[in-house]
């Protein structure tokens, strides 16, 4: 699985990481009892799409290794992942209803799905992945949903990161979208490069830079 991501892999200490450690255990005494055990979330913070592109990459795996009865694994372990995901949406629903409203928020959802062009919405911060596109998931090599709340850096090559904090800071102070040459490097470790172009968007709560990447 960690091969799979690259750098969208969890840490061994980070919340997902738990998540799939307790998942593991509900995982064992459903498949050894037949039943699936209530899930054990307590103190968990995750976002819920991409807790639910983790475990749909931890199910296929699993069930791969259970070949010839993955189809059976497999069966057995999807309710348990909706009943993991929908408790994780119960915990952030009141979080979410604070935002922008639900039928404009899908709407400008849906419209940068279909960008061709790869789209990472990064904290300007914390340089942390909280939105992306479809596209991004295919440059990089990752499903979108498990691209959300990993460091952006950890898909730039070590040598252009500066570079990317350098564009990061211009932009929280200007207001003008800038453009810049760079490089990112996919799941499987292959360099792209990119062109591409960073907007500012502020809310009361943070400032978000608007990455469009381009393979050039």
């Known amino acids: 699985m960690n091969a799979q991501l690259g750098g969208a892999a969890p840490d061994p200490s980070s919340p997902e990481a738990e998540l799939l450690r307790r998942f593991r255990s509900c995982a064992a005494a459903a498949l050894a009892s037949g039943r699936a055990p209530e ?7 995750v976002h819920d799409r991409r807790a639910s592109a983790l475990l749909d990459g931890w199910i296929d795996a699993a069930a791969a290794e259970g070949a010839p009865h993955g189809e059976a694994i497999e069966a ?4 348990l992942q909706q009943a ?7 915990a952030t629903g009141v979080r979410r209803a604070k935002g ?6 899908r709407a400008v959802s849906a419209a940068i799905d279909r960008v061709a062009d790869g789209f990472l919405a990064l904290d300007a911060e914390s340089g942390r992945i909280v939105d992306a596109n479809p596209a991004a998931g295919a440059l990089l ?4 949903d498990a691209l959300l709340g990993v460091d952006a850096m950890a898909f730039v090559p070590a040598a252009q990161q500066a570079s990317w904090w350098t564009e990061l800071d211009a932009m929280t102070e200007g207001s003008e979208p800038r453009r810049f040459a760079s490089t990112v490097v996919d799941s499987r470790g292959r360099e792209i490069a990119v062109a591409c172009s960073i ?9 978000l830079a608007l990455i469009l990447a381009r393979p050039a």
């Open 39 to 45: 899930p054990a979330l307590e103190g968990l913070r």
């Open 76 to 79: 057995a372990l999807r309710p």
């Open 84 to 90: 993991f995901v929908a408790r994780l949406r119960q």
């Open 100 to 105: 922008a409203p639900h039928a404009k928020r």
């Open 141 to 144: 090599g990752v499903p979108r």
């Open 199 to 207: 907007t500012r968007f502020a809310t009361r709560e943070r400032t």
